[in-house]
């Protein structure tokens, strides 16, 4: 799902990059997130934020995946090294080939994307042996209070408690190595492939 005008105007303010940089990628490093050398896709990349700080950060390389062609424009614009934006959704990885990355990361998007719980399927194939998914997300219930403030009007199918996203994943081929929340609100996760 495309962000409404409202959310992508606000996604481009320095409060978002600050809360990304201070609070979400600090905890997911906190985490165990640990970039040198890996091959890192991002869902729900946006303006290329997130990208500019996890390119820092001695990756192999680096993909960003979006939906809107106007965050990835915005994105191309920074002229990252080892950076590749391509357009496309985070429940359809197709175009990847199997084991392809070390790393993926969800800084704030699935919220947005209706097929989430096929995210996990695809997840675990393009991902390597050994590999993690990261995810800063928020939960159903600070959606519904932002949308009743906001009126960002997201869509409803997308909306996931963090225990359902948790039982998903682990339903669907990934072990919880740490989780944590902030007041129920946004949700903290790394979650390791299994391998059979």
């Given at each position: 799902?495309?962000?409404?005008?409202?959310e992508f105007?606000?996604m481009?303010?320095?409060?978002?990059?600050?809360?990304?940089?201070?609070?979400?990628?600090?905890?997911?490093?906190?985490?165990?997130?640990?970039?040198?050398?890996?091959?890192?896709?991002?869902?729900?990349?946006?303006?290329?934020?997130?990208a500019s700080?996890?390119?820092?950060?001695?990756?192999?390389?680096?993909?960003?995946?979006?939906?809107m062609?106007?965050?990835?424009?915005?994105?191309?614009?920074?002229?990252?090294p080892?950076?590749?934006?391509?357009?496309?959704?985070?429940?359809?990885?197709?175009?990847?080939?199997d084991?392809?990355?070390?790393?993926i990361?969800?800084?704030?998007?699935?919220?947005?994307?209706?097929?989430w719980?096929?995210f996990?399927?695809?997840?675990?194939?393009v991902?390597r042996?050994?590999?993690?998914?990261?995810?800063?997300?928020?939960?159903?219930?600070?959606?519904?209070?932002?949308?009743?403030?906001?009126h960002?009007?997201?869509?409803?199918?997308?909306?996931?408690?963090?225990?359902?996203?948790?039982?998903?994943?682990?339903?669907?081929?990934?072990?919880?190595?740490?989780?944590?929340?902030d007041?129920?609100?946004?949700?903290?996760?790394?979650?390791?492939?299994?391998?059979?």
């Amino acid at each position: 799902m495309k962000l409404s005008t409202k959310e992508f105007d606000a996604m481009q303010m320095g409060w978002r990059k600050w809360y990304i940089e201070k609070i979400e990628l600090k905890t997911l490093e906190k985490f165990g997130l640990d970039l040198r050398g890996a091959d890192v896709l991002e869902v729900g990349c946006g303006n290329g934020y997130a990208a500019s700080l996890i390119t820092k950060r001695g990756v192999n390389s680096y993909t960003g995946l979006d939906i809107m062609p106007e965050q990835l424009a915005i994105a191309r614009k920074r002229n990252l090294p080892n950076a590749t934006f391509v357009q496309g959704s985070a429940d359809d990885l197709s175009r990847f080939a199997d084991r392809s990355f070390d790393a993926i990361l969800d800084f704030c998007i699935l919220h947005h994307v209706e097929g989430w719980r096929t995210f996990f399927d695809e997840s675990r194939r393009v991902l390597r042996g050994g590999g993690s998914i990261y995810v800063a997300d928020l939960s159903k219930t600070c959606i519904h209070i932002v949308d009743a403030l906001l009126h960002w009007d997201h869509a409803e199918e997308a909306l996931f408690t963090l225990k359902e996203f948790e039982e998903e994943a682990n339903r669907r081929g990934f072990e919880t190595v740490h989780k944590a929340n902030d007041l129920g609100l946004e949700g903290y996760f790394r979650f390791h492939k299994k391998e059979n």
